[in-house]
């Protein structure tokens, strides 16, 4: 890979893997709908400012709004709001391993939604594994080592969400001709809306004003959410998208460091256990089946060239960034992000 290739890489895993650290510094002084709903309007601003400025436009359909809608609930309102409400008693270093387990929930969705027919050994050893790491990292025998069993759950039930939310958008979304840079501004919007609903219900707790909870949250919203995903966009048209689901385990060391570091988290054994399960599993289920040959073909022969990927069809692109968009076979390609969240 080139310096260019190395420097978008490790810029990527930075901004993504810091999520978790700086959801848990600006809980310190803001309510999860608080967080979150500032988080999604920056972001949202900023994609959709970048798009409009290359000319891109928002879909019109209102078919298209409505599954932005759902999309934006399974993606983004729910376990965004979760995993900062776990963060506020729970570890942010588990909170990023947790979200590792997504892969599992999109393959879960898929079948669900009849994307997936039928499941290889690979992909189902993929979800055992997954489970089983998922299982050690919450230990309901000693939960005090991960964080309080409300924390765990939080975590558990955002990686759900969030997996869902990509077989969904595999659906409903994908290859519709829409840019995915306003794909990404389009659902952060459907988001925001959602989240000013649930604020009279859910945000109007007292803010404490602390500079480290404003700068995080702010940081959340516009190089976390905005930047971040213009960044993994380039990063999947320039490198390809091999080059970019690395971020998925390099964001999950960069998490696990920062909590380690900066807010000195403990992590026993079995979150190191589950760490290493939760990363193999989405290595499993990334694996792609080997080609089977067509009837009547000799070996050695050169395969039939595949037609040109129409104008306009969307890349895969990460789930930790926000951005909402899936790679365009649909939910039974795994999204590159452990959830982002």
Same mark, same amino acid.
């Given at each position: 890979?080139?310096?260019?290739?190395? @420097?978008?890489?490790?810029?990527?895993?930075?901004?993504?893997?810091?999520?978790?650290?700086?959801?848990?510094?600006?809980?310190?002084?803001?309510?999860?709908?608080?967080?979150?709903?500032?988080?999604?309007?920056?972001?949202?601003?900023?994609?959709?400012?970048?798009?409009?400025?290359?000319?891109?436009?928002?879909?019109?359909?209102?078919?298209?709004?409505?599954?932005? @809608?759902?999309?934006?609930?399974?993606?983004?309102?729910?376990?965004?709001?979760?995993?900062?409400?776990?963060?506020?008693?729970?570890?942010?270093?588990?909170?990023?391993?947790?979200?590792?387990?997504?892969?599992?929930?999109?393959?879960?969705?898929?079948?669900?939604?009849?994307?997936? #027919? #039928?499941?290889?050994?690979?992909?189902?050893?993929?979800?055992?594994?997954?489970?089983?790491?998922?299982?050690?990292?919450?230990?309901?025998?000693?939960?005090?080592?991960?964080?309080?069993?409300?924390?765990?759950?939080?975590?558990?039930?955002?990686?759900?969400?969030?997996?869902?939310?990509?077989?969904?958008?595999?659906?409903?979304?994908?290859?519709?001709?829409?840019?995915?840079?306003?794909?990404?501004?389009?659902?952060?919007?459907?988001?925001?809306?959602?989240?000013?609903?649930?604020?009279?219900?859910?945000?109007?707790?007292?803010?404490?004003?602390?500079?480290?909870?404003?700068?995080?949250?702010?940081?959340?919203?516009?190089?976390?959410?905005?930047?971040?995903?213009?960044?993994?966009?380039?990063?999947?048209?320039?490198?390809?998208?091999?080059?970019?689901?690395?971020? @998925?385990?390099?964001?999950?060391?960069?998490?696990?460091?920062?909590?380690?570091?900066?807010?000195?988290?403990?992590?026993?054994?079995?979150?190191?256990?589950?760490?290493?399960?939760?990363?193999?599993?989405?290595?499993?289920?990334?694996?792609?089946?080997?080609?089977?040959?067509?009837?009547?073909?000799?070996?050695?022969?050169?395969?039939?060239?595949?037609?040109?990927?129409?104008?306009?069809?969307?890349?895969?692109?990460?789930?930790?960034?926000?951005?909402?968009?899936?790679?365009?076979?649909?939910?039974?390609?795994?999204?590159?992000?452990?959830?982002?969240?």
């Amino acid at each position: 890979m080139s310096k260019a290739t190395y @420097t978008r890489l490790a810029a990527l895993s930075l901004i993504w893997g810091s999520v978790f650290l700086w959801i848990k510094i600006a809980g310190y002084g803001f309510s999860p709908v608080q967080m979150v709903l500032i988080r999604l309007a920056l972001g949202a601003v900023v994609i959709l400012a970048i798009g409009y400025a290359k000319g891109l436009r928002l879909p019109r359909e209102a078919a298209t709004w409505g599954h932005l @809608t759902v999309a934006a609930l399974l993606g983004n309102a729910v376990p965004w709001t979760l995993y900062a409400e776990g963060e506020i008693d729970g570890s942010s270093s588990v909170a990023a391993v947790v979200n590792g387990s997504a892969p599992i929930w999109t393959l879960a969705a898929a079948l669900l939604l009849g994307q997936e #027919k #039928k499941v290889s050994g690979f992909k189902a050893g993929g979800v055992l594994l997954g489970l089983g790491g998922t299982a050690l990292i919450a230990s309901p025998w000693n939960s005090t080592s991960a964080g309080t069993g409300w924390s765990i759950l939080c975590f558990v039930l955002g990686s759900i969400s969030f997996g869902a939310s990509f077989a969904y958008m595999g659906k409903y979304l994908v290859g519709r001709g829409i840019p995915p840079l306003m794909l990404a501004g389009g659902q952060l919007g459907a988001a925001t809306v959602l989240l000013l609903v649930a604020f009279p219900f859910l945000g109007l707790q007292a803010v404490t004003w602390r500079t480290d909870s404003v700068i995080s949250v702010l940081v959340l919203g516009v190089v976390c959410t905005g930047f971040a995903a213009l960044l993994n966009f380039e990063l999947i048209i320039k490198d390809g998208p091999t080059v970019a689901s690395t971020v @998925t385990y390099l964001m999950t060391a960069v998490a696990v460091v920062l909590g380690a570091v900066v807010l000195s988290e403990p992590l026993g054994w079995t979150v190191w256990l589950g760490a290493v399960a939760v990363l193999a599993a989405t290595g499993l289920l990334r694996r792609k089946p080997r080609p089977t040959p067509e009837p009547g073909s000799e070996p050695g022969s050169e395969p039939a060239s595949e037609p040109a990927s129409e104008p306009g069809s969307e890349p895969p692109s990460d789930p930790a960034s926000g951005d909402g968009s899936a790679s365009k076979s649909g939910a039974a390609s795994v999204p590159s992000a452990t959830a982002v969240e």
